[in-house]
């Protein structure tokens, strides 16, 4: 089974950062990412609005295309290009008028289960994690590992695959060896003591 959505998409880079803030966007896009997710658990209302806005004017200073992770009302209202969707998320979220708005949508998945139900609503990309055990948040999921993230591949067929999860520099390569099309970091870039130099690194390494 595949999503026709997907197949008319490719990921701009293979270094796909993962940030919270507007701040951390525009360093991100600084540094070269040609894809930024902006994950922020602010809830929706004007300081929300004014942090999407503040992101996707530093991704288009730079060319980079920005990703809103849950906030579908805020991607449309604000013009976001990319909405970012976890399973519970599709619970809620208007799928029609997301696409009516001509959003691209990426959606996480955990278990071939909900990589089944990710695939009916024929996503832009499918993300699977965690590759590795991550500290970032508390996941009820067993490392998924590379064997996984190859199979995943499989299924997709033309459909881009990201990885997530206790990505590092020096994990990623065998990630895009397995078959994913990009790798999505948080922790390794944004914990380092010289994050820009980290996603320099990032960006040369892949």
């Not at 299924?155 to 397995?178: D, F, H, K, N, Y």
Request: net charge neutral.
């Amino acid at each position: 089974m595949t999503g026709a959505a997907g197949l008319g998409w490719a990921p701009p880079g293979r270094f796909y950062p993962v940030v919270d803030s507007a701040g951390w966007v525009s360093r991100m896009a600084a540094a070269g990412a040609r894809l930024i997710q902006l994950r922020t658990k602010q809830a929706d209302g004007p300081d929300l609005r004014a942090e999407v806005r503040d992101a996707r004017d530093a991704c288009a200073a730079h060319g980079a295309s920005l990703v809103l992770n849950d906030h579908w009302r805020a991607a449309i209202e604000e013009s976001v290009g990319f909405l970012h969707l976890g399973q519970e998320d599709l619970d809620d979220a208007d799928l029609a008028a997301i696409r009516a708005a001509g959003i691209r949508l990426g959606v996480s998945t955990h278990s071939r289960d909900e990589l089944d139900r990710a695939l009916l609503v024929r996503p832009d990309y499918v993300a699977l994690g965690p590759i590795w055990k991550t500290t970032l948040k508390a996941m009820p999921w067993s490392p998924q590992g590379l064997d996984r993230l190859a199979d995943w591949k499989r299924r997709l067929g033309g459909i881009p695959l990201v990885a997530i999860g206790g990505i590092t520099l020096e994990r990623a390569p065998s990630c895009l060896r397995a078959g994913a099309d990009c790798v999505a970091v948080v922790s390794d870039v944004t914990g380092s003591a010289d994050p820009d130099a980290r996603a320099r690194a990032f960006q040369a390494g892949l």
